[in-house]
């Protein structure tokens, strides 16, 4: 062996060029077409690349021996890369209001990686500005993509059936056209960055009891106008990257292996280009999702591997199946930052970004009650500040949704900053009560862990009165928090906790017998009841969970810096009974629901308390604001109605400050094959800043599609002929401008394919049409 002859070093020097020659020849993406890549891969290289790297993989996880240095811990997940293809790992990282990663490393004392906290969801919708939350969006988006990210797990828009629902936060509004165009939006800011979004969670993923498994049974036209329409919506106008499917079943099938949902309504009706992940562990069958059209499965484990290189050997998942979800797959990972090899900074521009989540915050907070204009004060009023969360906000949720932030502004720093004089005292008691209370609760590593609210300190009558002896008014926060893995409860949460009330009613009666008023600022993630205590209260604020820059936020809408514009895009019922899903959510059998019926159809939100009539304590598309507006005579560019009409109006502030308005369209759909709500939001839109006495003309379009209804016997998209009323308000019930038009004949607008009925009836509700 010490000495081999000169011909063994000439064939070891041509094998080695061999494989060069043929590495060199292997077909590279992006430069190669598609087929020929796949046509190169292995069995075992495509099954690696339809699941993901797995949850314990080195991208998510501090580097440990043996495993190599990555480019993004904290993150979600990965796709698997395949170097010798030229296919790179891709990075997707959570979520929806703020990118979610670990914000220090591991033997890194040099650097954060700490996130802007932008507004939750429910916060931005009610900004009902798509300028605006797209604006959030790329800021949101520069991050993704400075953090070395690919694909940001965002934006989510189930809908709030209930407001029990646990991530509702996370979720926009009760209806479809307000989620589906926030998303649009957010979806356009986040990718004009390069990066991809996933919106999720398709579909009808509306509780957190037993979310895993759930069978959601509704109706295919509940189904079509209210839990696939804000999709449909999002996905025409944004072309996200990629679609989440969802954990719970629809009608007996796990969405992420339904080829009813994702292929026969997502990719042929709706013509969609990207690819589908499942999300974390949803579903149950790798075969079934692969032939439901379920590209991707995440986080990805080895068993899913060998049943998919299994199920190929054996003939049970056809090979053409697996490449189709390769296709899908890599034509998205060739737009990916990782792609390009992007050179991420991790540096984003966090301070200019705090800046847009304060403006977020307060274009978008919902003055509920402003009795004898209380709101705004003037600097220097000062202020006694009662409860635990105005010394510590809740900027956002818990669970996937929540972000890694550098700081979060209280209340009490917000007002403080404003030029408002905070009682000392109070201070000093609730800061040292939430600093002993962080001690005794740390917060939980487990991201499902239980949320409680915080607890409120015992203050005496007496320590009560000597406030309102000595400060101009009272404030007073009531906090809620809630995230994924669990619905939120009805007593002490929903409602109002014992020594809440308490604190309310003896803050009220002292600070009132002094002629003093009371405000009440709600940071919570979803609705709660109001109409037991809102009596107590002069003014109520919703600053909703308004990221790190919330106390500024609050405080410029309190001293009137900044005029409220922010309107509901939730119902707040007067009862949670009165919320038509409170009879059947969480589901049957009660102890472990395995079935939750959607009797309530297509009654969901305004369209039952506007439908039947049901008081509400404040209704959808409600909001004051410190000014006033008049809503001119509206103009229909036509009485009868061809291919599309034209509603036209002018707003003018008439009051004394400048202000935006939040203008909404309804339609009124006559009445003929279908069973219709009273009313619909078709269109809605927010003025500029205007002066007093300044006047906009603000325009909607009306298109066939804005008309129907869908018809699930003939599995139509339909609309009726007769008349439409067009109603123009500052609220559901608060319309200022009618108008009508007259469809001359039926129009069938879309025939889709037959999917996804229920197997048994539904005793849904009905509307009797009396409107
Ligand atoms: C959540 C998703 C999230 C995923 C990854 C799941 O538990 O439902 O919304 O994107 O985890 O963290």
Redesign the pocket.
């Known amino acids: 062996m010490k000495y081999l002859p000169l011909c063994f070093f000439l064939f070891l020097s041509n094998l080695l060029s061999a494989q060069v020659r043929d590495a060199s020849k292997l077909p590279q993406l992006g430069k190669a077409p598609l087929e020929k890549v796949i046509d190169a891969m292995t069995l075992e290289e495509k099954a690696r690349l339809v699941t993901g790297l797995g949850f314990n993989s080195t991208f998510n996880h501090e580097p440990v021996a043996g495993r190599t240095e990555v480019k993004v811990i904290g993150a979600?997940?990965a796709t698997f890369g395949i170097p010798r293809l030229n296919i790179p790992t891709t990075i997707l990282a959570?979520?929806p209001a703020g990118v979610r990663i670990d914000p220090i490393r591991y033997k890194d004392s040099s650097k954060t990686y700490y996130a802007t906290a932008f507004p939750v969801a429910t916060l931005l919708a009610s900004s009902w500005d798509t300028a605006l939350v797209r604006k959030v969006g790329v800021a949101f988006g520069n991050e993704v993509r400075e953090y070395g990210i690919d694909i940001i797990?965002a934006p989510?828009l189930n809908i709030h059936r209930n407001p029990l629902g646990g991530r509702n936060f996370e979720y926009y509004s009760e209806d479809p056209v307000v989620a589906g165009r926030m998303a649009a939006a957010m979806i356009k800011g986040i990718q004009s960055n390069g990066v991809g979004t996933s919106i999720?969670?398709f579909a009808a993923n509306n509780q957190e009891v037993n979310r895993n498994n759930i069978n959601a049974i509704l109706s295919e036209r509940a189904l079509r106008e209210i839990y696939l329409r804000g999709f449909e919506i999002a996905i025409q106008d944004a072309h996200p990257w990629t679609v989440?499917s969802s954990?719970n079943k629809i009608n007996g099938t796990y969405t992420s292996e339904s080829h009813d949902l994702l292929t026969t309504i997502l990719r042929n009706e709706w013509h969609y280009q990207g690819y589908v992940m499942t999300?974390?562990f949803g579903g149950k069958d790798p075969i079934a999702q692969m032939n439901a059209g379920n590209d991707l499965l995440?986080p990805g484990t080895p068993r899913q591997v060998t049943a998919i290189t299994d199920a190929v050997n054996n003939g049970s998942l056809k090979m053409a199946i697996l490449d189709k979800n390769v296709k899908n797959i890599l034509s998205i990972i060739l737009k990916t930052p990782a792609f390009k090899h992007y050179n991420f900074s991790n540096t984003p521009d966090l301070k200019m970004h705090a800046l847009i989540s304060r403006q977020a915050a307060e274009e978008s907070m919902v003055l509920l009650k402003n009795d004898t204009q209380t709101l705004p004060l003037k600097s220097g009023t000062s202020v006694a500040l009662f409860g635990s969360n105005s010394y510590s906000l809740i900027a956002g949720g818990t669970?996937?949704?929540a972000v890694n932030k550098p700081y979060i502004v209280s209340i009490e720093k917000g007002l403080r900053d404003a030029g408002f004089i905070m009682n000392k005292t109070l201070s000093d008691l609730y800061t040292k009560h939430m600093a002993d209370y962080q001690v005794n609760h740390p917060v939980s590593k487990n991201v499902l862990a239980q949320i409680k609210p915080i607890d409120e300190i015992g203050l005496t009558d007496d320590a009560i009165q000597d406030l309102a002896a000595r400060e101009d008014i009272a404030a007073i926060t009531i906090g809620r928090n809630a995230g994924?893995g669990r619905d939120r409860k009805l007593d002490e949460d929903f409602k109002l906790q014992d020594v809440e009330m308490d604190l309310l009613k003896r803050v009220s009666s002292a600070f009132h017998a002094k002629g003093k008023k009371v405000v009440v600022v709600l940071n919570i993630d979803n609705v709660i009841e109001t109409t037991s205590w809102q009596r107590y209260t002069d003014a109520i604020l919703l600053a909703w969970q308004p990221g790190m820059e919330g106390g500024h936020a609050i405080a410029n809408i309190v001293s009137g810096q900044v005029n409220p514009s922010g309107k509901l895009a939730t119902t707040f019922p007067l009862t949670y009974n009165d919320e038509p899903s409170s009879k059947n959510f969480p589901g049957t059998p009660v102890e472990k629901p395995l079935n939750v019926t959607y009797e309530e159809g297509i009654y969901v939100g305004y369209r039952y308390f506007d439908t039947f009539n049901v008081k509400t304590a404040y209704e959808f598309g409600y909001g004051l604001s410190y000014t006033s507006f008049r809503y001119g005579a509206v103009k229909l560019s036509s009485s009868t109605f061809q291919h599309r009409i034209t509603v036209r109006l002018p707003i003018t502030n008439t009051g004394k400050v400048a202000g935006k308005e939040i203008v909404q369209m309804y339609i009124s759909a006559p009445v003929n094959q279908l069973d219709k709500p009273k009313q619909e939001l078709k269109g809605f839109a927010k003025t500029r800043l205007l002066q007093p006495g300044e006047t906009q003309i603000i325009s909607f379009t009306i298109d066939a599609g804005q008309l129907c209804s869908f018809n699930s016997n003939s599995s139509s998209w339909i609309a009726d002929a007769g008349r439409y009323q067009v109603k123009i308000g500052a609220s559901s019930i608060d319309h200022r401008q009618v108008a009508a038009f007259t469809l001359p004949r039926d129009i069938t607008v879309t025939r889709t394919a037959k999917v996804l009925a229920p197997q048994i009836s539904i005793s849904e509700i009905k509307n009797n049409n009396t409107h």
């Open positions: 979600a997940g959570d979520g797990l989510a999720k969670h989440m954990y999300d974390w995440m669970g996937s949704g994924e």
